[in-house]
């Protein structure tokens, strides 16, 4: 029980973090020409851990989430990604639209989580996944996809150290339905209504 209430702590922790590396809820897509194309998540990745890594030679890639409303196959135009640093016990949050760093700000809150694998797989194949499992959730509840996160030590009984997505669907006639895929092989290993 214990677990359990540690993993829904940490996911809760992890929508904080969300709207802090955002400061603000995702948006509606727009429909204007020009806006850049929705990407997947490892595409903001590299330029978000040079920031990092200037900011903090330490620092470790914590957490990631769409900052941007999901588009098809897992991307966004907007990504966020959170950034620990241990000697100076801080964390900082770095978002990523267009090529371009839109935002970067220290984290108002203690967040020690630890890094996730260097090896985690790309959001487009985590949704493929989880589409999977959803699929008849959607169906029966006119389901949608909200939001995708990456964490390790969320919700993986089988592997509690282990780096996850955590794809998140919602309905408006049924409780919410999350659905954790294991970063490293792709494999859905739980999914929890609520």
Not at 69 to 84: C, I, K, T, V
Request: aromatic share 6%; proline share 6%.
């Amino acid at each position: 029980m214990n677990r359990v209430v540690a993993h829904v702590s940490r996911l809760a922790a992890c929508a904080a973090v969300a709207l802090a590396i955002a400061g603000q809820a995702p948006r509606p897509p727009r429909a204007t020409a020009g806006e850049p194309a929705p990407v997947p998540a490892r595409s903001g990745l590299d330029l978000a851990r040079e920031a990092a890594r200037a900011w903090a030679d330490d620092a470790e890639l914590v957490y990631v989430e769409n900052d941007e409303p999901l588009a098809a196959g897992g991307a966004a135009a907007r990504w966020g990604y959170l950034f620990r640093s241990r000697s100076a016990d801080a964390a900082r949050g770095y978002s990523v639209r267009d090529g371009r760093i839109v935002e970067a700000a220290d984290l108002g809150f203690d967040f020690e989580a630890p890094p996730v694998a260097a090896d985690w797989i790309d959001s487009d194949r985590a949704l493929a996944a989880a589409d999977r499992a959803a699929a008849d959730y959607c169906r029966k509840s006119g389901g949608r996809l909200a939001t995708m996160l990456l964490v390790r030590g969320a919700f993986n009984e089988r592997q509690p150290d282990g780096t996850t997505w955590t794809v998140v669907y919602v309905s408006d006639t049924a409780p919410s339905l999350m659905v954790v895929v294991d970063a490293a092989r792709g494999e859905v290993v739980r999914t929890l209504k609520g």
